[in-house]
Protein backbone atom coordinates (compact mmCIF):
# COMPACT_ATOMS: atom_id res chain seq x y z
CA UNK A 1 0.00 0.00 0.00
CA UNK A 2 1.07 3.39 -0.80
CA UNK A 3 2.44 5.64 1.98
CA UNK A 4 1.32 8.97 0.64
CA UNK A 5 -2.86 10.58 1.02
CA UNK A 6 -4.14 8.14 2.89
CA UNK A 7 -6.38 8.76 5.83
CA UNK A 8 -6.20 6.05 8.69
CA UNK A 9 -8.58 5.84 11.27
CA UNK A 10 -7.54 3.87 14.40
CA UNK A 11 -10.11 2.42 17.23
CA UNK A 12 -9.86 1.48 20.78
CA UNK A 13 -13.19 2.28 22.46
CA UNK A 14 -12.43 1.12 26.35
CA UNK A 15 -10.62 2.06 29.11
CA UNK A 16 -6.85 3.90 30.03
CA UNK A 17 -4.47 0.80 30.18
CA UNK A 18 -6.50 -0.96 27.71
CA UNK A 19 -6.35 2.43 25.25
CA UNK A 20 -2.40 2.87 26.81
CA UNK A 21 -1.33 -0.70 25.14
CA UNK A 22 -2.30 0.52 22.01
CA UNK A 23 0.74 3.38 21.76
CA UNK A 24 3.44 0.79 20.20
CA UNK A 25 0.55 -0.19 17.18
CA UNK A 26 -0.06 3.37 16.66
CA UNK A 27 3.63 4.39 16.47
CA UNK A 28 3.92 1.51 13.90
CA UNK A 29 1.30 3.00 11.70
CA UNK A 30 2.97 6.19 11.53
CA UNK A 31 6.29 4.92 11.00
CA UNK A 32 4.31 2.62 8.10
CA UNK A 33 2.78 5.84 6.44
CA UNK A 34 4.88 8.52 7.60
CA UNK A 35 2.73 10.98 5.48
CA UNK A 36 -0.87 9.74 6.38
CA UNK A 37 -3.46 11.62 8.26
CA UNK A 38 -4.02 9.10 11.35
CA UNK A 39 -6.90 9.57 13.38
CA UNK A 40 -7.93 8.13 16.69
CA UNK A 41 -11.50 7.46 17.82
CA UNK A 42 -11.99 6.30 21.46
CA UNK A 43 -14.11 6.96 24.56
CA UNK A 44 -13.99 10.41 25.12
CA UNK A 45 -13.20 10.39 29.02
CA UNK A 46 -9.58 8.47 28.26
CA UNK A 47 -8.95 11.19 24.78
CA UNK A 48 -7.11 13.27 26.65
CA UNK A 49 -4.36 11.36 27.48
CA UNK A 50 -3.80 11.51 23.71
CA UNK A 51 -3.86 14.89 23.09
CA UNK A 52 -0.99 16.42 21.37
CA UNK A 53 0.14 12.92 20.36
CA UNK A 54 3.18 13.69 18.00
CA UNK A 55 1.82 9.78 16.29
CA UNK A 56 -1.87 11.10 16.11
CA UNK A 57 -3.19 14.20 13.59
CA UNK A 58 -6.58 13.98 14.91
CA UNK A 59 -8.64 12.63 18.08
CA UNK A 60 -12.18 11.33 17.41
CA UNK A 61 -14.01 10.96 20.75
CA UNK A 62 -16.91 9.01 20.87
CA UNK A 63 -19.77 8.24 24.20
CA UNK A 64 -18.72 4.57 24.26
CA UNK A 65 -21.55 3.77 26.20
CA UNK A 66 -24.36 5.18 23.95
CA UNK A 67 -22.58 3.47 20.57
CA UNK A 68 -23.09 0.57 22.06
CA UNK A 69 -26.77 0.74 23.34
CA UNK A 70 -28.36 3.60 21.05
CA UNK A 71 -29.07 2.66 16.97
CA UNK A 72 -29.44 6.65 16.00
CA UNK A 73 -26.34 7.38 17.94
CA UNK A 74 -24.46 4.45 15.84
CA UNK A 75 -26.04 5.86 13.22
CA UNK A 76 -24.79 9.37 13.19
CA UNK A 77 -21.20 8.19 13.53
CA UNK A 78 -21.55 6.10 10.62
CA UNK A 79 -22.54 8.82 8.25
CA UNK A 80 -20.10 11.18 10.46
CA UNK A 81 -16.95 8.28 9.39
CA UNK A 82 -18.23 8.30 5.94
CA UNK A 83 -18.37 11.83 5.01
CA UNK A 84 -14.66 12.21 6.09
CA UNK A 85 -13.15 9.15 3.59
CA UNK A 86 -11.14 7.43 5.36
CA UNK A 87 -9.02 4.57 3.62
CA UNK A 88 -7.81 2.13 5.81
CA UNK A 89 -9.61 1.36 9.51
CA UNK A 90 -7.55 -1.03 12.07
CA UNK A 91 -10.58 -1.77 14.97
CA UNK A 92 -8.16 -3.01 17.84
CA UNK A 93 -10.99 -4.11 20.11
CA UNK A 94 -13.41 -6.33 18.07
CA UNK A 95 -16.58 -5.31 18.51
CA UNK A 96 -19.63 -6.10 16.05
CA UNK A 97 -20.80 -2.23 16.05
CA UNK A 98 -17.20 -1.25 14.85
CA UNK A 99 -16.80 -3.56 12.54
CA UNK A 100 -20.29 -3.15 10.76
CA UNK A 101 -19.65 0.75 11.14
CA UNK A 102 -16.72 0.80 9.17
CA UNK A 103 -18.06 -1.66 6.20
CA UNK A 104 -21.54 1.02 6.20
CA UNK A 105 -19.12 4.06 6.26
CA UNK A 106 -17.25 2.45 2.86
CA UNK A 107 -13.91 2.48 4.10
CA UNK A 108 -12.04 0.04 1.68
CA UNK A 109 -9.38 -1.31 3.80
CA UNK A 110 -10.65 -3.00 7.45
CA UNK A 111 -8.46 -4.94 9.76
CA UNK A 112 -9.35 -6.07 12.74
CA UNK A 113 -9.74 -9.89 14.91
CA UNK A 114 -11.41 -12.78 13.43
CA UNK A 115 -14.55 -12.49 15.63
CA UNK A 116 -17.82 -10.36 16.02
CA UNK A 117 -19.08 -9.93 12.78
CA UNK A 118 -15.51 -10.43 10.82
CA UNK A 119 -17.35 -10.86 7.73
CA UNK A 120 -17.41 -7.29 7.76
CA UNK A 121 -13.22 -7.15 7.46
CA UNK A 122 -11.37 -8.00 4.67
CA UNK A 123 -7.73 -8.09 7.03
CA UNK A 124 -8.05 -10.08 10.10
CA UNK A 125 -5.99 -11.82 12.26
CA UNK A 126 -7.45 -14.64 14.51
CA UNK A 127 -7.09 -14.56 18.14
CA UNK A 128 -9.62 -16.13 20.69
CA UNK A 129 -10.70 -13.92 23.51
CA UNK A 130 -8.57 -14.21 26.90
CA UNK A 131 -6.57 -16.74 25.26
CA UNK A 132 -4.01 -14.80 23.08
CA UNK A 133 -0.70 -15.99 25.10
CA UNK A 134 1.22 -12.79 23.88
CA UNK A 135 1.04 -9.57 25.99
CA UNK A 136 -1.65 -7.12 24.74
CA UNK A 137 0.88 -4.93 23.45
CA UNK A 138 2.55 -7.55 21.21
CA UNK A 139 -1.05 -8.42 20.05
CA UNK A 140 -1.72 -4.88 18.73
CA UNK A 141 1.62 -4.76 16.95
CA UNK A 142 0.94 -8.08 15.33
CA UNK A 143 -2.61 -6.67 14.07
CA UNK A 144 -0.64 -3.72 12.31
CA UNK A 145 1.69 -6.41 11.05
CA UNK A 146 -1.16 -7.36 8.24
CA UNK A 147 -0.53 -4.32 6.48
CA UNK A 148 2.92 -2.91 7.79
CA UNK A 149 6.29 -4.57 6.87
CA UNK A 150 8.02 -2.47 9.45
CA UNK A 151 10.04 -2.85 12.45
CA UNK A 152 8.40 -0.83 15.48
CA UNK A 153 11.34 1.29 17.12
CA UNK A 154 10.52 0.85 20.92
CA UNK A 155 9.08 4.46 21.19
CA UNK A 156 6.36 5.08 23.10
CA UNK A 157 5.54 8.10 25.51
CA UNK A 158 2.41 10.27 26.35
CA UNK A 159 3.01 13.87 25.79
CA UNK A 160 3.52 16.30 28.63
CA UNK A 161 0.49 19.18 28.48
CA UNK A 162 2.39 22.58 28.51
CA UNK A 163 -0.17 23.98 31.34
CA UNK A 164 -0.53 20.77 33.18
CA UNK A 165 3.07 20.66 33.64
CA UNK A 166 2.90 24.53 34.80
CA UNK A 167 -0.43 23.30 37.43
CA UNK A 168 1.67 20.28 38.67
CA UNK A 169 4.68 22.46 39.70
CA UNK A 170 2.80 24.81 41.24
CA UNK A 171 1.01 22.24 43.38
CA UNK A 172 4.33 20.43 44.45
CA UNK A 173 5.99 24.03 45.59
CA UNK A 174 2.23 24.37 47.29
CA UNK A 175 2.91 20.79 49.59
CA UNK A 176 6.32 21.44 49.71
CA UNK A 177 7.45 18.69 47.54
CA UNK A 178 9.09 20.24 44.76
CA UNK A 179 12.36 18.64 44.42
CA UNK A 180 12.08 16.58 47.40
CA UNK A 181 11.16 12.83 46.32
CA UNK A 182 8.56 10.73 47.05
CA UNK A 183 6.18 7.99 46.45
CA UNK A 184 2.72 7.76 44.83
CA UNK A 185 0.29 5.46 45.89
CA UNK A 186 -3.30 4.25 44.16
CA UNK A 187 -6.01 2.31 46.28
CA UNK A 188 -8.85 2.20 43.88
CA UNK A 189 -9.62 0.30 41.06
CA UNK A 190 -12.32 -0.08 38.58
CA UNK A 191 -12.93 -3.68 39.21
CA UNK A 192 -13.67 -4.67 43.26
CA UNK A 193 -12.13 -8.24 42.70
CA UNK A 194 -8.64 -6.52 42.00
CA UNK A 195 -8.34 -3.63 45.07
CA UNK A 196 -5.92 -4.85 47.55
CA UNK A 197 -7.48 -3.89 50.77
CA UNK A 198 -6.83 -0.16 52.27
CA UNK A 199 -5.85 -1.40 55.52
CA UNK A 200 -2.91 -2.89 54.10
CA UNK A 201 -2.00 0.24 51.82
CA UNK A 202 -2.40 2.35 54.87
CA UNK A 203 0.34 0.24 56.51
CA UNK A 204 2.52 -0.07 53.42
CA UNK A 205 2.20 4.00 53.23
CA UNK A 206 3.60 3.84 57.07
CA UNK A 207 6.47 1.97 56.39
CA UNK A 208 7.72 4.12 53.19
CA UNK A 209 7.22 7.05 55.34
CA UNK A 210 8.71 5.63 58.43
CA UNK A 211 11.27 3.78 57.35
CA UNK A 212 12.66 5.11 53.47
CA UNK A 213 11.97 8.69 54.69
CA UNK A 214 9.67 9.46 51.51
CA UNK A 215 6.69 11.06 51.51
CA UNK A 216 3.21 9.47 50.06
CA UNK A 217 0.91 11.22 47.89
CA UNK A 218 -2.41 9.05 47.43
CA UNK A 219 -3.90 9.91 43.78
CA UNK A 220 -7.44 8.42 42.28
CA UNK A 221 -9.98 9.50 40.05
CA UNK A 222 -13.16 10.89 42.05
CA UNK A 223 -14.75 7.79 42.47
CA UNK A 224 -11.72 6.48 44.08
CA UNK A 225 -12.12 9.31 46.80
CA UNK A 226 -13.42 6.60 49.20
CA UNK A 227 -10.38 4.21 49.32
CA UNK A 228 -7.84 6.71 49.84
CA UNK A 229 -9.79 8.72 52.79
CA UNK A 230 -9.61 5.07 53.99
CA UNK A 231 -6.17 4.77 53.46
CA UNK A 232 -5.72 8.04 55.47
CA UNK A 233 -7.81 7.85 58.35
CA UNK A 234 -5.53 4.12 59.08
CA UNK A 235 -2.55 5.36 58.62
CA UNK A 236 -0.38 6.76 61.43
CA UNK A 237 2.23 9.37 59.83
CA UNK A 238 -0.05 11.78 57.89
CA UNK A 239 -0.82 11.28 53.79
CA UNK A 240 -0.76 13.75 51.26
CA UNK A 241 -4.67 12.89 49.29
CA UNK A 242 -4.72 14.15 45.43
CA UNK A 243 -7.41 11.69 45.26
CA UNK A 244 -10.15 13.70 42.84
CA UNK A 245 -7.80 16.18 41.90
CA UNK A 246 -5.54 15.19 38.57
CA UNK A 247 -7.51 14.86 35.14
CA UNK A 248 -5.72 12.14 33.00
CA UNK A 249 -3.47 15.24 31.23
CA UNK A 250 -2.34 16.30 34.32
CA UNK A 251 -1.65 13.06 35.88
CA UNK A 252 0.81 11.94 32.95
CA UNK A 253 2.80 15.70 34.30
CA UNK A 254 2.74 14.45 37.20
CA UNK A 255 4.57 10.85 36.33
CA UNK A 256 6.85 12.95 34.01
CA UNK A 257 8.55 14.81 37.27
CA UNK A 258 11.79 13.35 38.70
CA UNK A 259 10.36 13.85 42.18
CA UNK A 260 8.49 10.87 41.68
CA UNK A 261 10.59 7.72 42.57
CA UNK A 262 7.47 5.57 42.35
CA UNK A 263 3.93 4.18 42.15
CA UNK A 264 2.42 1.29 43.66
CA UNK A 265 -1.02 0.24 42.77
CA UNK A 266 -3.48 -2.32 41.85
CA UNK A 267 -3.81 -3.40 38.73
CA UNK A 268 -5.05 -0.12 37.24
CA UNK A 269 -5.07 2.77 34.25
CA UNK A 270 -2.25 4.76 36.71
CA UNK A 271 -0.11 2.22 36.96
CA UNK A 272 0.08 1.99 32.60
CA UNK A 273 0.07 5.58 32.70
CA UNK A 274 3.17 5.82 35.39
CA UNK A 275 5.64 2.82 33.59
CA UNK A 276 5.20 4.28 29.79
CA UNK A 277 5.87 7.63 31.40
CA UNK A 278 9.09 6.62 32.50
CA UNK A 279 8.17 5.99 36.42
CA UNK A 280 8.72 2.30 37.77
CA UNK A 281 5.57 0.84 39.60
CA UNK A 282 4.78 -1.92 41.78
CA UNK A 283 1.35 -3.45 40.42
CA UNK A 284 -0.38 -6.43 42.12
CA UNK A 285 -2.84 -8.19 39.90
CA UNK A 286 -5.18 -10.41 41.11
CA UNK A 287 -4.61 -14.17 40.29
CA UNK A 288 -7.78 -15.87 39.17
CA UNK A 289 -9.40 -12.88 38.50
CA UNK A 290 -10.42 -12.64 34.48
CA UNK A 291 -8.27 -9.68 32.72
CA UNK A 292 -5.67 -9.35 35.77
CA UNK A 293 -2.71 -11.10 34.00
CA UNK A 294 0.77 -9.24 34.29
CA UNK A 295 1.78 -11.53 31.61
CA UNK A 296 -0.76 -9.75 29.42
CA UNK A 297 -1.04 -6.81 30.92
CA UNK A 298 1.94 -5.98 33.04
CA UNK A 299 4.69 -2.92 32.68
CA UNK A 300 7.36 -3.90 29.91
CA UNK A 301 9.78 -1.71 31.28
CA UNK A 302 12.99 -2.99 33.22
CA UNK A 303 12.29 -1.35 36.07
CA UNK A 304 9.29 -2.24 37.53
CA UNK A 305 7.92 -5.12 39.36
CA UNK A 306 4.64 -7.56 39.23
CA UNK A 307 2.83 -9.39 42.51
CA UNK A 308 0.42 -11.97 40.71
CA UNK A 309 -1.57 -13.67 43.57
CA UNK A 310 -4.76 -13.83 44.89
CA UNK A 311 -5.32 -10.41 45.97
CA UNK A 312 -6.10 -10.93 49.56
CA UNK A 313 -2.81 -12.94 49.51
CA UNK A 314 -0.20 -10.22 48.88
CA UNK A 315 1.35 -9.45 52.27
CA UNK A 316 2.47 -5.79 52.92
CA UNK A 317 6.01 -6.98 53.62
CA UNK A 318 5.98 -8.27 49.80
CA UNK A 319 4.99 -5.41 48.22
CA UNK A 320 7.23 -2.83 50.26
CA UNK A 321 10.51 -5.24 49.66
CA UNK A 322 9.67 -4.89 45.99
CA UNK A 323 9.20 -0.76 46.18
CA UNK A 324 12.35 -0.98 48.71
CA UNK A 325 14.36 -2.54 46.00
CA UNK A 326 12.99 -0.24 43.28
CA UNK A 327 13.50 2.94 45.48
CA UNK A 328 17.49 1.35 46.44
CA UNK A 329 18.09 0.89 43.05
CA UNK A 330 16.94 4.42 41.53
CA UNK A 331 19.27 5.87 44.41
CA UNK A 332 22.15 4.05 43.28
CA UNK A 333 21.83 4.99 39.45
CA UNK A 334 21.49 8.14 40.84
CA UNK A 335 24.21 8.81 43.11
CA UNK A 336 21.91 10.19 45.56
Not at 82 to 97: C, E
Request: with cysteine.
Amino acid sequence: MSSKNHRILYIRTDRIGDVLMNLPAIRLLRQTFPKSWIAVMLDAPVAELLKDHPDIDEILPIAADEFKKKFGYRLNLTRKIKKIGFDLAVASNPDKFIHALLFFSRIPRRVGYDRKWAFFLNRKMWCKKNECPTHEIQKNLSLVKLISEKVWDQSADLPVNGFERNRIEALLKKEGLAERPFVVVHAGTSNPQKRWPEDRFARLCDQIQLDLNLKVVLIGGEEEIGSSKKVAAQSHVPLIDWTGRLSLSRLVALFHRPEVRLLVSSDSGPAHIAWISGIPAVVMYAKNVPGSDPGRWGPLDSKSEVIFKPIHEIAVEEVYEAAKRIIQTNRALRGA
